[in-house]
């Protein structure tokens, strides 16, 4: 999120001034390292979710079976960090280019999905579905996004027509 906030004001520029190739070459070096670097946290939390529950939850009432399950939805939701990570800098690639209109319905969408997919789920895999459909709604909004941007940058520098 640090990222896609320190980025917006250089997108912003980019787009107030005509700069198609700039806001470009902005959003795609941050995407980048948005990727790399919540991809590379996801697949560590995602090796190590046993162990980090076991260290911070393990013990007392909360035995082996507790931490077994727990760690199993860390591990399910690390899968969701990257693409979680990636809405905030497209959204605010709309923001830039002075459209709220598609970053809200994508959430809109988005919600749908990880509740469908939620209740579709719940009843075969319990509380695994949550990790599950909250991962299916974030691939979903940033389909969308990433979608629709190409058509928002490509209004860039274009004379609105009166």
């Known amino acids: 999120m640090s990222i896609a906030v320190a980025a917006f004001p250089m997108l912003s520029a980019a787009a107030a001034?005509?700069?198609?190739?700039?806001?470009?070459r902005i959003l795609t070096t941050n995407l980048a390292t948005t990727a790399v670097?919540?991809?590379?946290?996801?697949?560590?939390?995602?090796a190590l979710s046993r162990v980090v529950i076991s260290v911070l939850l393990g013990g007392g009432a909360f035995d082996s079976a507790d931490v077994a399950l727990t760690a199993g939805l860390l591990a399910a939701f690390a899968v969701s960090i990257p693409l979680e990570s990636l809405t905030h800098l497209l959204a605010r690639a709309f923001y830039a280019?002075?459209?709220?209109?598609i970053p809200v319905l994508a959430s809109v969408t988005a919600l749908a999905v990880i509740v469908v997919t939620g209740e579709a789920l719940a009843p075969g895999l319990g509380v695994a579905s949550i990790p599950i459909a909250f991962t299916a709604g974030s691939l979903t909004k940033v389909a969308i996004l990433g979608a629709l941007v190409r058509t928002r940058i490509g209004r860039i520098g274009v004379s609105p027509r009166r």
């Open 37 to 46: 670097l919540t991809g590379g946290a996801a697949v560590g939390l995602f």
């Open 97 to 101: 280019t002075h459209n709220t209109i």
């Open 17 to 24: 001034s005509g700069d198609r190739r700039g806001f470009v």
